[in-house]
């Protein structure tokens, strides 16, 4: 195996670099962890798009650049490590724009496969539901057939930025014929969040941060044009569309802060006339944590290829989604024990460390073995879609 990155892909890193640089240089945008699904500035998306960054991985015929996962990944790699304010075309850009290009009709791909790329609106997903969270089969939004149009009701839950969204990429149910196999009773549809009878709620975190919502849909117009892929598919659809979720770098580099702050604080920090960085037990653990770092970015990098080989790894993203975001929490929590108390503080605390970045993301950390599929429910998947075991 080549581990190795062309020469093409070492210089497109490097281009990437200098376009952070050059951003960060002019100070007018907020760079932070989780600034992907925190922080939404249209100009900084605006500034990606003319360099054909969003859809960096669409095939051409769709307006994309045509390059490989790969290169999105390495892309991707250097602007979390960064905080890089990717937030108002993240979304679109990773999930809806492939989602289309797979299952949406021509209509469909000509009337948002453009706005997508010129970062031109933004998109939520509407996904989960109270009953319904990793277990999508659980659905309870009805979308009722009205001839030209579907009438939509139900709630949604956890949408990340839907109070500022345009559209919402939503799971419906469309067959309800009680004696219909559940798997089959599900389609996909595209909701125009300005439609009437929209109520979006917010939902705080655990930091007091907006970025979460509750969607509630009381008799929402749907055009039926708005259908994505086959009527009664969805449920077998979005189980792809979840792959493109699961399979990114985003899952190690949430709190990319956090991993410089440790190794900063262990080399400059003291105890019984040395630095941590020489304590036989930090030592030990540091050397795991890294371990553990490595084997995750080589497993996303592994992913992408398979990506780019042309198939659609499935089990693979459940392995590694569900091996990153336990390195993330590992990683929160472990810092979190060695600076002690003085790590619990946010930022605008005088004793704060490192701004209060850790503190922040330790906060941030709970939903991290959650979203996009519990760790409980991936580890279901791998054992029947890659190990081949039948579940009692």
Known sequence: MEFNFSKEQLSFREEVKAFIKEAKEQNTYTFMDNGFCEVLSQEF????SKKKWIGLSWPKEFGGKGKGYIDKVIMIEEMLKVGAPLGYHYVADRQVGPGLIHFGSEYLRNKFLPPILNAENT???????????????NCKTNAIDKGDHFLVNGQ???????HVSDYGWALVKTNHDPKTYKYNAFSEMII???????????????LGIHSFNEVFLDDVKVPKE????????????IMTNLDYERSGIDRLLQNASVHIALMDYIKTTEQNGQPLSKDPLIRDQIAQLEIEYEVGRLYVYYVSYLLDSGKIPSSETAVGKTFCTTYESKLVDMTMSIMGMPGLLRNGSPEA????SVGQSYLWSVPYTVQAGSVEVL????AQRGLKMALK
């Open 192 to 206: 125009d969040m300005k439609s009437p009878g929209i109520t979006v709620r917010p939902i705080y975190n655990t």
């Open 45 to 48: 998306s605006k500034k990606m």
């Open 156 to 162: 949604k839950v956890w949408n990340t930025n839907a």
């Open 379 to 382: 580890k279901n998947i791998i």
């Open 353 to 356: 460390l490192y701004d209060g």
């Open 123 to 137: 998109w939520c997903l509407l996904f989960s539901e109270p009953g319904a969270g990793s277990d999508m089969a």
């Open 226 to 237: 708005n259908i994505v892929g086959k009527m009664d598919n969805g449920f077998r659809q």
